[in-house]
Nanobody, 128 residues
Framework: QVPLVESGGGLVQAGGSLRLSCAAS????????RGWFRQAPGKQREFVAA????????SYTDSAKGRFIISRDLAKNTVDLQMNSLKPDATAVYYC?????????????????????WGQGTQVPVSS
């Protein structure tokens, strides 16, 4: 059973916007930090954004600051990533992640991959 399920990916033109959503099963991971990573073709998976368990603290990679917004709906147990002013270099498979026992953004940003729960990923091609 996949613990996290992403949705919202798809082809978008450069300069456009896209909103990704990540749903967890039931109340799974509702008390822990969550985040988004991406893996571009031929590159390693990299951190994009993270949010604390309460939603009160967020963290972004430098290229996402000012253009991407991560948010969470505690009632629905979902985490969204609003991506604006997309550039072709944002083309990647985007993965949702959740800490298994941490509440802070650092518990996502600094965690070894095996310490996080992962979704299967959603593709985001950005055309120039």
């Amino acid at each position: 059973q996949v613990p996290l399920v992403e949705s919202g990916g798809g082809l978008v033109q450069a300069g456009g916007s896209l909103r990704l959503s990540c749903a967890a099963s039931g109340r799974a991971f509702s008390n822990f930090a969550r985040g988004w990573f991406r893996q571009a073709p031929g590159k390693q998976r990299e951190f994009v954004a993270a949010i604390s368990w309460s939603g009160g603290t967020t963290s972004y990679t430098d290229s996402a600051k000012g253009r991407f917004i991560i948010s969470r709906d505690l009632a629905k147990n979902t985490v969204d990533l609003q991506m604006n002013s997309l550039k072709p270099d944002a083309t990647a498979v985007y993965y949702c992640a959740a800490s298994r026992n941490g509440t802070a953004t650092t518990d996502v940003v600094q965690a070894p991959p095996d310490d996080l729960a992962w979704g299967q990923g959603t593709q985001v091609p950005v055309s120039s």
